[in-house]
């Protein structure tokens, strides 16, 4: 971002670096929301995108748009409210993000080794605590915006007050890497992540047909006049579903899926085809037997 000097990306680099001069949440693996907004956001679960506090100090006002999109972090990138094919779709964007954290943990650690971090710093870094809610301790610096100029000094080590050179430093070592190299400085980690990755994403582009479905967990939102309107795996994602089919639903109790078929098409003169099943199957309507809740 710093060293990207396209015209889009002023706003969006001005607001690095009004955030790198305060200093708050500035560590050598990069720059992290402060303490009070994370407290904030963890206390306020449906503030975020609504409350101006807690508006992302990258967002463009005058656009609505996002300043660093080009450089958004992995929360970023693989958050979406629904997904194709529901859990499934989700599943493979969490495993997704969680490999992309690692992997720029990964490489950000590379980078302090290589640009010679004291050991001291990189010990201090490395061995920052994870607060709980009931551990925040938040100086009135802190709350105003500035720094704690000892703590910036323990992490830094001898690049304090070359923080910006720093971030370019790591521009210079990492943009020319592979993702074979990542994977050699993720180590295990990043290769099993990667490996799970591409597990999730083969399960998100094939139909799974289990020989034995059970119903699984959802809430009834809403019933219109032709459906009913159920949240399952994220209460941003509903699904309408027919009446009829929701009728059906009770005949999967674990019985093989040909009998609960024939059974309901005898008894209830409902056809399923294998696109219903599917979607019923995607958003965890219908779950493989012994998964249900």
Known sequence: ILGDESGDMVVGRESVKQRLTSGVGVTPLGISPSPSYTLLYRNSPTAFGRSHTLRCPHFVTETGRCGIWRYRAPPCITWFCKHNRGAVGRDFWRELHLLMISSQQSIAIWCMEKLEVDIEAMRAVLNQPQRTDSEFNIS?????????????????????????????????????????????????????????????????????????????????????????????????????????????????????????????????NIPLNSVILQTLLDFGVLVKENEGS
């Open 140 to 268: 009135s610096d802190i709350l105003d915006g500035k720094a704690d100029e000892d703590g910036l000094r323990s992490v830094w080590g001898n690049w304090y007050g070359r923080q910006e050179a720093f971030y370019q430093r790591c521009t210079h070592l990492s943009e020319g890497l592979a993702w074979r190299d990542v994977e050699e400085i993720g180590g295990a980690e990043v290769q099993v992540r990667a490996q799970i990755v591409k597990a999730a994403h083969h399960k998100l582009i094939t139909n799974y047909a289990p020989t034995h479905l059970s119903t699984g967990s959802y809430q009834v939102v809403n019933i219109l006049e032709d459906y009913v309107r159920v949240t399952s795996y994220s209460p941003y994602d509903p699904l309408d579903i027919p009446k009829q089919v929701m009728e059906a639903l009770p005949y999967f109790n674990g019985r093989p899926l040909n009998e609960a078929l024939d059974i309901i098409t005898r008894q209830k």
